[in-house]
């Protein structure tokens, strides 16, 4: 029932307002407290958060062990939130029903599918206990041999209650269960079954043979739906904590449709803000970083002679920073606006809005900022509360740019320029410099540099404890290598502000297995190329742009063959006779 529906009948009715921000429900408070939980469901067994509010464990581990240790037929005492478990196919009434859940879960005769099930079902209760307790968050569970049948379960008694799903019910179970209340038939495909195959019930593929399915809907889907016709689900739960993607959205129904570009662009913009704090949020925290962004709209036509053609989908590379979010969804949401309406000139409404950063994985370890490197570099011009703006404006642009593996600080605007450097020379903490400053150091170190040929090799130079030069016999043959703050092993060398004065390699190579080697007056250093993004050189001064694309593809060797040269030119001619 709807709040002003209940406000009606109820006039004293005290409703919780959930929180709103940007114009919107904010369910970041969910979100943490689903996070509490799963937090300790996590500690019994391999843990997949498939959503805001739900979990899969795999329990079999800990149900095997308990199996092996403490049977439940051994057990004096069970536990009475156990007891109250439902169990399906034990038709049990009034008082008798935990003792008929006590001797069912103690059977000695039972096979070994059922004892893991009673194992699992202890199991449950105590993680669910432990979860009231700690958090005061209630859960219900389904106790089952596969995730689609857990699924199922848990939603069967609400709330706080759990039930186990023997081996021996499943066919009861699917057979009055309708299609379009399993996972994956709710749609289009869940539609078909019902018009062309007559089937209502998941129990009514029975009927059909797996070569029967196969005809209809392909070897595959075909081969799916005989298996879960049977109960039978290969899925396997996936170690993760953390949501695959984030996304955000919001309605727009009846009148409150957005009909001018100017109302879609506002809520676009307030969705990509929220989004861009959310990503950041899991970059700060968990290091991990989200590679594709995409709009997803449902939206009518005035008038329309189409009334199939839906509102597409559009994708692109994610970019790091709210500004830029906003701007890419402003074209994706443009882009899907011209295929909708085609070549009709007609009013449109958008009823639906939404946006999600996805492909989201962990960044490589070791990865850092090129600006780590640019020690004593920073043109004093460049203030630190611009340097503090830019953090909060610029992200990192890909899986190789501006995060260390040790952590990040967030530079405070008071800090002096000499401890700037210092944090930066430091071996226990990285400071992350973002792409803007860069942009910035590139413009400032523009105006005094010499006529020389000018080089990465500039902007590098040796601190205290950052980037030493090395001598040869301390050769490092990657970036990652030479990224650590110190080489206490290597003898320390002249400034590379001293090897500045002579421009140019003396060696310039790529290896066979895609190391770019750099050798200058005898000292080697490397680029592993494929941990460099393209998409990073756009951030960088234009001379660094240059001298690393050449990196990207090297000079073609001149053909110095003769015209007309061919293998017999290698062959004397045989003499005759």
Same mark, same amino acid.
């Given at each position: 029932?709807?709040?002003?529906?209940?406000?009606?009948?109820?006039?004293?009715?005290?409703?919780?307002?959930? /929180?709103?921000?940007?114009?919107?429900?904010?369910?970041?408070?969910?979100?943490?407290?689903g996070s509490e939980v799963v937090s300790?469901?996590?500690?019994?067994?391999? !843990?997949?958060?498939?959503?805001?509010?739900?979990?899969?464990?795999?329990?079999?581990?800990?149900?095997?062990?308990?199996?092996?240790?403490?049977?439940?037929?051994?057990?004096?005492?069970?536990?009475?939130?156990?007891?109250?478990?439902?169990?399906?196919?034990?038709?049990?009434?009034?008082?008798?029903?935990?003792?008929?859940?006590?001797?069912?879960?103690?059977?000695?005769? =039972?096979?070994?599918?059922?004892?893991?099930?009673?194992?699992?079902?202890?199991? *449950?209760?105590?993680?669910?206990?432990?979860?009231?307790?700690?958090?005061?968050?209630?859960?219900?569970?389904?106790?089952?041999?596969?995730?689609?049948?857990?699924?199922?379960?848990?939603?069967?008694?609400?709330?706080?209650?759990?039930?186990?799903?023997?081996?021996?019910?499943?066919?009861?179970?699917?057979?009055?269960?309708?299609?379009?209340?399993?996972?994956?038939?709710?749609?289009?495909?869940?539609?078909?079954?019902?018009?062309?195959?007559?089937?209502?019930?998941?129990?009514?593929?029975?009927?059909?043979?797996? &070569?029967?399915?196969?005809?209809?809907?392909?070897?595959?889907?075909?081969?799916?739906?005989?298996?879960?016709?049977?109960?039978?689900?290969?899925?396997?739960?996936?170690?993760?904590?953390?949501?695959?993607?984030?996304?955000?959205?919001?309605?727009?129904?009846?009148?409150?449709?957005?009909?001018?570009?100017? $109302?879609?662009?506002?809520? *676009?913009?307030?969705?990509?803000?929220?989004?861009?704090?959310?990503?950041?949020?899991?970059?700060?925290?968990?290091?991990?970083?989200?590679?594709?962004?995409?709009?997803?709209?449902?939206? +009518?036509?005035?008038?329309?002679?189409?009334?199939?053609?839906?509102?597409?989908?559009?994708?692109?590379?994610?970019?790091? #920073?709210?500004?830029?979010?906003?701007?890419?969804?402003?074209?994706?949401?443009?882009?899907?606006?011209?295929? +909708?309406?085609?070549?009709?000139?007609?009013?449109?409404?958008?009823?639906?809005?939404?946006?999600?950063?996805?492909?989201?994985?962990?960044?490589?370890?070791?990865?850092?900022?090129?600006?780590?490197?640019?020690?004593?570099?920073?043109?004093? $011009?460049?203030?630190?509360?611009? =340097?503090?703006?830019?953090?909060? &404006?610029?992200?990192?642009?890909?899986?190789?740019?501006?995060?260390?593996?040790?952590?990040c600080t967030v530079m405070d605007e008071?800090?002096?320029?000499?401890?700037?450097?210092? &944090?930066?020379?430091?071996?226990?903490?990285?400071?992350?410099?973002? =792409?803007?400053?860069?942009?910035?150091?590139?413009?400032?170190?523009?105006?005094?540099?010499?006529?020389?040929?000018?080089?990465?090799?500039?902007?590098?130079?040796?601190?205290?404890?950052?980037?030493?030069?090395?001598?040869?016999? !301390?050769?490092?043959?990657?970036?990652?290598? =030479?990224?650590?703050?110190?080489? /206490?092993?290597?003898?320390?060398?002249?400034?590379?502000?001293?090897?500045?004065?002579?421009?140019? +390699?003396?060696?310039?190579?790529?290896?066979?297995?895609?190391?770019?080697?750099?050798?200058?007056?005898?000292?080697?250093? #490397?680029?592993n190329m494929e941990n460099i993004d393209?998409? *990073?050189?756009?951030?960088?001064?234009?001379?660094?742009?240059?001298?690393?694309?050449?990196? +990207?593809?090297? /000079?073609?060797?001149?053909?110095?063959?003769?015209?007309?040269?061919?293998?017999?030119?290698?062959?004397?001619?045989?003499?005759?006779?």
């Amino acid at each position: 029932m709807r709040g002003d529906e209940a406000k009606r009948i109820c006039p004293n009715i005290q409703l919780i307002q959930v /929180p709103v921000a940007r114009g919107k429900a904010d369910l970041n408070l969910y979100r943490n407290a689903g996070s509490e939980v799963v937090s300790i469901l996590a500690t019994k067994g391999r !843990c997949e958060r498939a959503s805001i509010d739900e979990v899969y464990l795999d329990l079999t581990d800990a149900a095997e062990m308990m199996l092996s240790e403490t049977p439940p037929e051994v057990l004096e005492e069970i536990d009475e939130e156990v007891l109250k478990s439902h169990v399906l196919g034990l038709h049990v009434e009034g008082n008798e029903r935990e003792e008929n859940v006590r001797e069912w879960l103690r059977r000695s005769d =039972a096979d070994h599918q059922d004892k893991l099930l009673a194992c699992g079902a202890i199991i *449950v209760a105590q993680l669910r206990m432990k979860a009231l307790y700690e958090t005061k968050f209630t859960c219900s569970a389904g106790i089952a041999h596969n995730k689609m049948l857990a699924k199922l379960a848990s939603a069967m008694h609400k709330p706080a209650q759990q039930t186990v799903v023997p081996s021996s019910s499943v066919k009861d179970l699917l057979a009055s269960l309708p299609v379009k209340k399993m996972k994956q038939l709710g749609g289009k495909l869940g539609s078909s079954l019902q018009t062309d195959l007559g089937v209502n019930n998941v129990g009514d593929l029975l009927q059909f043979s797996q &070569e029967k399915l196969q005809e209809h809907y392909g070897v595959n889907t075909g081969t799916w739906l005989w298996n879960i016709s049977r109960g039978i689900s290969g899925d396997a739960v996936v170690d993760r904590l953390l949501p695959k993607s984030h996304g955000c959205g919001k309605t727009f129904p009846g009148p409150q449709a957005l009909k001018t570009i100017a $109302s879609v662009e506002n809520w *676009v913009n307030q969705l990509c803000d929220e989004l861009s704090e959310r990503i950041q949020s899991d970059l700060d925290q968990n290091r991990r970083i989200a590679h594709t962004l995409t709009l997803h709209a449902r939206a +009518f036509k005035e008038n329309d002679m189409e009334p199939q053609r839906k509102f597409p989908s559009k994708s692109c590379p994610l970019r790091y #920073g709210t500004t830029k979010i906003q701007e890419d969804a402003v074209k994706l949401f443009d882009s899907g606006l011209r295929d +909708f309406l085609g070549s009709q000139h007609v009013g449109w409404g958008i009823t639906s809005l939404s946006i999600a950063a996805s492909k989201i994985s962990d960044l490589p370890q070791g990865t850092c900022s090129i600006l780590k490197f640019l020690q004593g570099k920073i043109p004093s $011009s460049t203030s630190l509360s611009d =340097a503090g703006e830019f953090h909060k &404006e610029s992200l990192p642009l890909s899986s190789t740019d501006d995060v260390q593996s040790k952590g990040c600080t967030v530079m405070d605007e008071e800090v002096k320029h000499k401890e700037l450097a210092s &944090e930066a020379a430091s071996n226990d903490i990285d400071t992350i410099f973002q =792409a803007k400053p860069l942009k910035r150091i590139g413009s400032s170190v523009g105006k005094t540099k010499d006529v020389r040929k000018s080089s990465i090799l500039k902007f590098f130079q040796s601190s205290n404890s950052s980037f030493h030069t090395m001598n040869k016999a !301390c050769e490092r043959s990657s970036l990652d290598q =030479a990224s650590s703050s110190s080489f /206490p092993e290597c003898e320390e060398h002249s400034d590379l502000e001293q090897i500045d004065e002579q421009v140019g +390699f003396s060696e310039d190579r790529i290896d066979s297995d895609g190391h770019h080697n750099q050798t200058r007056n005898g000292y080697t250093w #490397g680029i592993n190329m494929e941990n460099i993004d393209p998409s *990073v050189l756009d951030e960088l001064p234009m001379e660094i742009q240059r001298e690393i694309r050449e990196w +990207f593809h090297p /000079p073609k060797r001149a053909n110095t063959s003769r015209k007309g040269s061919s293998i017999v030119h290698y062959f004397s001619p045989v003499k005759k006779g």
